[in-house]
């Protein structure tokens, strides 16, 4: 069993930063790997990032590549996404996952954190 928290949205100008966070807590959380997705209102989960459990290997979404970069500490049992260069259609609830593999899947993770918002003003 994995626990996801995530933290540190919130309402940002475009061209602004945010870093979110995503505390895990549970034994298998370091060989799993890590994803944000996020959900904006009246649109499906979309992908934004994911990460291998070693951290070797990381996949973008198009609309985010070059200006969101995701890491993970395994040691604090942290996942992090640093968004750069925010624009107002980045504007959603932010999801942390946990699965087996980095895919682009959504149903393919099994834990999910409760998310957090992140507005983008023009």
């Known amino acids: 069993q994995v626990q996801l928290v995530e933290s540190g949205g919130g309402l940002v100008q475009a061209g602004g930063s945010l870093r979110l966070s995503c505390a895990a807590s549970?034994?298998?959380?370091?060989?799993?790997?890590v994803a944000w997705f996020r959900q904006a209102p009246g649109k499906e989960r979309e992908f934004v990032a994911a990460?291998?459990?070693?951290?070797?290997?990381?996949n973008y979404a198009v609309s985010v590549k070059g200006r969101f970069t995701i890491s993970r500490d395994n040691a604090k049992n942290t996942v992090y996404l640093q968004m750069n260069s925010l624009k107002p259609e980045d504007t959603a609830v932010y999801y942390c996952?946990?699965?087996?593999?980095?895919?682009?899947?959504?149903?393919?993770?099994?834990?999910w954190g409760q998310g957090t918002q992140v507005t983008v003003s023009s």
């Open positions: 996952a946990a699965g087996r593999g980095a895919t682009v899947n959504w149903n393919e993770y099994a834990y």
């Open positions: 549970g034994s298998t959380f370091s060989r799993s790997a």
């Open positions: 990460m291998s459990w070693s951290g070797s290997i990381s």
